[in-house]
Structure formats: C-alpha cells, structure tokens
C-alpha cells in the first residue's frame, strides 16, 4: 500500500489480509507507534496496546484461535478528518479450539497517517469472550 492509501482502501486490504490469515503484512501496516485500544475490554484483557510491537505479539495466535471466513458486512464512514474512518462490521468464522461458530459485530475508528493506521479503537462485544474458547492472545 503506498503512502496516498486512503483509510478506507486501507482497511478494506486489511481486512483481506486477516482473511488470508497472513498476520505479518496485516501489522506491517501499522505504524511504530500505532496504538490499538478496546475500550469495553473486560477485566484480563488488554485496553490498550501502545506500539507496532505489542500489536504484533497481541496478534501473533490470532488464526491459531480464530478461523475467519468472511466479513459479510462492511460499511465504512468517512468523517470531518480524513484520515480517520469509522467502520461498522461482522466478522464470521469458528473458533478453531471448539469448532464453534464465531460471529462478531464490531465498530472501530480507525485513523490513518503517511499509509499506516496510528490508531484503532476496536468497540467488539466483550460478552462474546464470556465462553473461554474464544480467549486469545493477550487474555487470561
């Protein structure tokens, strides 16, 4: 992705690439100092990851823990910043340790500066992580 990617173009390559389970170029398109948050992490879960670094680790197990198979809805919303989107999705998928399915509604702002995301802030359903199955990487 070059440095003119917009946001949206951005995340939708994102998007596929998490699909493709190819975690490495999905953080290469971070910044050094990206910060990933989740405000409605409940207790045992990261609220913040601050670095390029710790998003890395955080992600690393992803696929060892989640088989995505599809974003079947995807609406992204330009705001009044330009580099800063606002994205309501779903993800669809299993849980790869109990063969269940997963399905998750998320929001996220995402904002992007110089072709990488600087920030995201991922509003995901912290009941969903109530079966311990769906635990992954940075939790308890």
Same mark, same amino acid.
């Given at each position: 992705?070059?440095?003119?990617?917009?946001p949206?173009?951005?995340?939708?390559?994102?998007?596929?690439?998490?699909?493709?389970?190819?975690?490495?170029?999905w953080?290469?398109?971070?910044?050094?100092?990206?910060?990933?948050?989740f405000?409605?992490?409940?207790?045992?879960?990261?609220?913040?990851?601050?670095g390029?670094a710790? #998003?890395t680790?955080y992600?690393?197990?992803?696929?060892?823990?989640?088989?995505?198979?599809?974003?079947?809805?995807?609406?992204?919303?330009?705001? #009044?910043?330009?580099?800063?989107?606002?994205?309501?999705?779903?993800?669809?998928?299993?849980?790869?340790?109990? $063969?269940?399915?997963? $399905?998750?509604?998320?929001?996220?702002? #995402?904002?992007?500066?110089?072709g990488?995301?600087t920030?995201?802030?991922?509003?995901?359903?912290?009941?969903?992580?109530?079966n311990?199955a769906?635990?992954?990487a940075?939790?308890?």
């Amino acid at each position: 992705m070059s440095v003119t990617t917009a946001p949206a173009d951005l995340f939708r390559h994102g998007l596929q690439l998490l699909l493709d389970k190819d975690i490495t170029a999905w953080t290469d398109l971070w910044d050094e100092d990206g910060v990933l948050e989740f405000p409605f992490a409940p207790d045992g879960w990261p609220k913040r990851l601050e670095g390029k670094a710790a #998003v890395t680790q955080y992600m690393s197990g992803y696929p060892d823990h989640i088989d995505l198979h599809d974003f079947p809805s995807v609406e992204i919303h330009q705001t #009044v910043a330009p580099e800063t989107i606002v994205v309501e999705m779903r993800g669809v998928g299993r849980l790869v340790e109990t $063969d269940s399915p997963f $399905d998750m509604t998320y929001i996220a702002v #995402v904002t992007v500066r110089n072709g990488l995301i600087t920030g995201y802030r991922d509003y995901w359903n912290p009941l969903a992580v109530q079966n311990p199955a769906a635990h992954f990487a940075g939790s308890n």
